[in-house]
């Protein structure tokens, strides 16, 4: 790969567990503050409880006198990118009659999985069509581009756990192809019924707050929330400023297993050396990772094997203690928390972690730790074997 | 940049195989199958097992065959068949993702309690368990891209593949664009249009519901412009909304348009084409969001014949006899509910 343009952004948004905006979740993280409980909006009977992290109180959601025509998926979605857009000094009407771009990453947001639905169509019961008929209005791509009245390509990419990085990855493809001037990117989902089943049937979640790359890690804990940046075209954003420029992206596939990651995190290396080889940038110019670091047992051997092989010496955390898995939204979480980082000089502490598994090569941050340099990296490993990595660089606002 | 679209690959209501899809245009008359009483085109996958042992396909659900069975015949089409496969990235449109898998992994947690979830209907239920198949069954290594975007899927996730191509991520795209039906999805189509799914689908009749639902894989071989095509080349993508900024439709192209007897879609067909003619290809497959990348299919097949084909039904778009191209671009044309559209341009 040669390298590419770097694109600006200019906002960021985002909420979830570590907070409802980017100033409370970084706030929260450097004190140490999580709270994962058990889920409060759903029940269920597994026999062992794994915790959750939800959103806190005090959320408004922008479409809550229409909430039953929603997902709850599309609403996060829009909360995020109206926190980015007025955080790069848009607002809906002065972004009409320009070419707006949507691209958004869900894993759980556009799966037909209305279980209440299905309940009732199983049962002796009337299926509520009006259900349905939410699914169906509810792609997040688009109801951000309608609520917005935008004019440009919309795109929801479902990569399970890498969504919300390649959505990034993707914008910033289509303004340097000048598909459009702007483009709101990241990734939002929401806690479901179905998908902590999901993750509790692959005996893959703690009943404990989540240790990522700890010795004593038992699993993830599920989370909700999104997180967008606003990419912004070189005409657009040239006299404004910049939060940070999207210096590389790079994507591989495992092609090994459709739930575990390579063991030696062939695609993992592979999407790094593309999104280095993009931003022109060697491994030492990095300042720090922003780990998957989910707390499973597979997930966290394998990043750490390939941080120790790519990044030796170069510091890294996981914010998931923070926050939970997000899914599809992690990506873009957790590129809002990265940028927001790299323009603090510091990252927060890995939480959760305190005792180093001697599988393991290397090991993260125990503590908020300075940081030095002007690049910073965020991947993301997902179901199907996908393997994303964005890499951004300081910015000047 | 343009696309060279170097093979094809598709099993639909019409049979599987692009020769299917020829004689399917050839004969001009839909064959309409039935589920339950009810008109419906089916996929077949009965040849997925020259492609993949059968061992292989124990625990994959009928989704990823048919993604896979378009996949290797699209691999098939262009002679890839036995070649290196890191370089080529897989993109897949879909508008529903695996429906069926859905919910039998409802069915898991709602027959025998929570406990009892089962984690392969949940594995196989993530909309990008598809594309993970082609992936490893190929050792396709190269990036991989799900998208979901109801009718928009396949211009949008189209958009994506040629950005890879122009960027030189990687040096072929294996494109797919795939939806399944399901007992439930026809139970929903019952309820939102009664008996307006009756067939025969009439695209052309705007204004009516005769939508039959359909299901299929249709999977394209696609490179950079600079690599030889069989089927000619994809120029270019847009997306949009009609009613925010209203469609340009190219003067000179001949268009084939994705109008499926959905009337929601119907007014934005009636609006853009003012009256413009048009061919609609439907009635060979059916109606499903994914159902555009048939429309791609139909579109690449009368390139490579230079022959516009006949329009199945008599009203849909006036047009009884083939005609020549002559050279001629082909754009395809696909209304989503609000407006949002994408079109598609095509030339030899």
């Not at chain 2, 071989?221 to 000619?232: F, I, R």
């Not at chain 2, 047009?319 to 079109?343: A, I, M, S």
Request: net charge negative; with cysteine.
């Amino acid at each position: 790969m040669t390298a590419l343009a770097s694109i600006a952004i200019t906002g960021l948004g985002c909420l979830s567990g570590a907070g409802l905006h980017v100033t409370e979740s970084l706030e929260n993280m450097f004190a140490g503050i999580r709270n994962p409980q058990p889920p409060t909006k759903f029940t269920t009977d597994h026999p062992v409880a794994s915790l959750v992290l939800e959103l806190g109180e005090g959320l408004k959601l922008p479409l809550d006198e229409q909430e039953s025509r929603y997902s709850r998926t599309c609403q996060l979605a829009l909360v995020a990118a109206l926190q980015a857009i007025t955080d790069a000094g848009w607002d809906a009407e002065s972004l009409r009659g320009k070419r707006v771009g949507v691209c958004i990453g869900t894993t759980v947001g556009c799966a037909l999985n209305c279980d209440e639905f299905y309940r009732a169509y199983k049962g002796d019961d009337t299926p509520d069509m009006g259900i349905m008929e939410r699914f169906l209005r509810s792609n997040p791509a688009d109801v951000v581009a309608r609520h917005l009245k935008l004019d440009g390509p919309t795109q929801t990419v479902v990569n399970a756990c890498s969504s919300g990085t390649d959505a990034i990855g993707i914008g910033a493809a289509w303004l340097r192809a000048g598909a459009c001037d702007i483009v709101i990117a990241g990734g939002a989902d929401e806690l479901l019924r179905l998908t902590y089943s999901g993750f509790s049937s692959l005996m893959i979640t703690a009943p404990e707050p989540c240790k990522p790359f700890d010795l004593h890690r038992k699993g993830l804990n599920l989370g909700e929330g999104a997180g967008m940046v606003i990419l912004e075209s070189e005409s657009l954003s040239r006299d404004k400023p910049k939060k940070s420029f999207l210096q590389g992206y790079g994507s591989a596939c495992d092609a090994y297993h459709l739930t575990a990651p390579h063991p030696e995190g062939e695609g993992l290396k592979r999407a790094i050396a593309e999104a280095l080889s993009v931003a022109d940038l060697a491994p030492d110019q990095i300042a720090f990772v922003n780990a998957h670091g989910t707390g499973t047992p597979d997930n966290d051997r394998v990043e750490s094997r390939v941080l120790s092989e790519v990044f030796p010496s170069v510091p890294f955390s996981s914010t998931k203690g923070y926050t939970g898995h997000t899914l599809g939204a992690a990506g873009g979480i957790e590129a809002v928390f990265t940028i927001a980082c790299l323009n603090r000089g510091e990252i927060p502490a890995s939480i959760g972690f305190s005792t180093p598994d001697p599988e393991l090569p290397v090991t993260p941050v125990r503590g908020p730790t300075p940081i030095r340099g002007d690049f910073a990296l965020s991947e993301s490993l997902a179901f199907g074997g996908n393997n994303s990595v964005v890499i951004f660089a300081k910015g000047d606002a | 940049m343009r696309m060279a679209i170097q093979g094809v690959g598709v099993t639909g209501g019409f049979g599987c195989g692009v020769d299917a899809l020829t004689s399917a245009l050839h004969r001009g008359e839909p064959i309409v199958g039935e589920v339950d009483g009810v008109p419906a085109y089916q996929a077949a996958i009965e040849g997925l097992g020259d492609f993949v042992p059968k061992r292989a396909l124990r625990r994959i659900d009928h989704f990823s065959k048919m993604t896979l069975f378009g996949a290797f015949m699209a691999l098939k089409d262009t002679g890839l068949s036995d070649v290196d496969r890191s370089r080529m990235g897989v993109v897949i449109a879909t508008g529903y993702g695996t429906l069926q898998t859905t919910f039998k992994f409802l069915d898991s947690y709602l027959d025998f309690g929570y406990a009892c979830s089962s984690p392969t209907h949940f594995s196989n239920s993530v909309h990008n368990a598809a594309a993970a198949h082609v992936s490893m069954q190929m050792q396709a290594t190269a990036p991989s891209l799900t998208v979901t975007q109801f009718e928009m899927s396949v211009s949008s996730a189209l958009l994506s593949a040629q950005q890879w191509l122009a960027e030189g991520r990687v040096d072929q795209v294996l494109f797919g664009a795939v939806d399944e039906s399901c007992e439930v999805l026809r139970y929903c189509r019952k309820e939102f249009f009664g008996d307006g799914e009756q067939g025969p689908l009439r695209p052309a009749n705007f204004s009516e519901q005769s939508a039959i639902a359909g299901e299929g894989a249709a999977f394209f071989v696609l490179a950079a412009e600079t690599q030889p095509a069989a089927y000619g080349y994809i120029d270019e993508v847009i997306l949009g909304n009609h009613a925010t900024c209203p469609v340009k439709l190219p003067i000179s192209d001949e268009l084939i348009v994705g109008a499926d007897g959905h009337q929601a879609c119907g007014q934005w067909y009636q609006e853009a084409l003012k009256g413009r003619e048009f061919a609609a290809y439907a009635p060979f497959y059916g109606s499903f969001p994914a159902a555009a990348g048939f429309d791609l299919a139909v579109a690449a097949v009368s390139l490579r014949d230079q022959t516009l084909y006949t329009s199945p039904g008599a009203d849909a778009g006036g047009r009884l006899l083939p005609r020549k191209l002559d050279q001629q671009g082909l754009t395809c044309l696909k209304f989503g509910g609000g407006g949002e559209y994408g079109l598609i341009r095509c030339s030899s």
